[in-house]
């Protein structure tokens, strides 16, 4: 599975962007495609998940009510709608592709190269 993100950029606080995940390669119609961010400094942390088959969402805490995924099945891309942005949502956020255990453990075997988003205050 290749997966390639993109839509990340430098926008003030409060605003929004819309991060995607391409993929493609061999077939995942059971896999979990994932987000997670790594802050400067900091470890890569969960962000959202979605099952391909069922569009079941999963959230971390943190982003939840702000942020949104979604997937397309006929592109083959995951969305990420970033609303409300704070300055300590600034990260490289990657996306993965692998089995829901492994989404949420962090061990996927399927990764992005990464998107930087930079929130100004």
């Known amino acids: 599975v290749q997966l390639q993100a993109s839509g990340g950029g430098l926008v003030q606080a409060g605003g929004s962007l819309r991060l995607s995940c391409a993929a493609s390669?061999?077939?995942?119609?059971?896999?979990?495609m994932g987000w997670f961010r790594q802050a400067p400094g900091k470890e890569r942390e969960f962000v959202a998940a979605i099952s391909w088959i069922s569009g079941s969402a999963y959230y971390s805490d943190s982003v939840k009510g702000r942020f949104t995924i979604a997937r397309d099945n006929a592109k083959n891309t995951v969305y990420l709608q970033l609303n409300s942005l704070k300055p300590d949502n600034t990260a490289v956020y990657y996306c993965a592709a692998d089995t829901f255990r492994a989404i949420i453990s962090g061990t996927a075997n399927n990764w992005g190269q990464g998107t930087l988003v930079t929130v100004s205050s």
């Open positions: 390669g061999r077939t995942f119609s059971n896999y979990v």
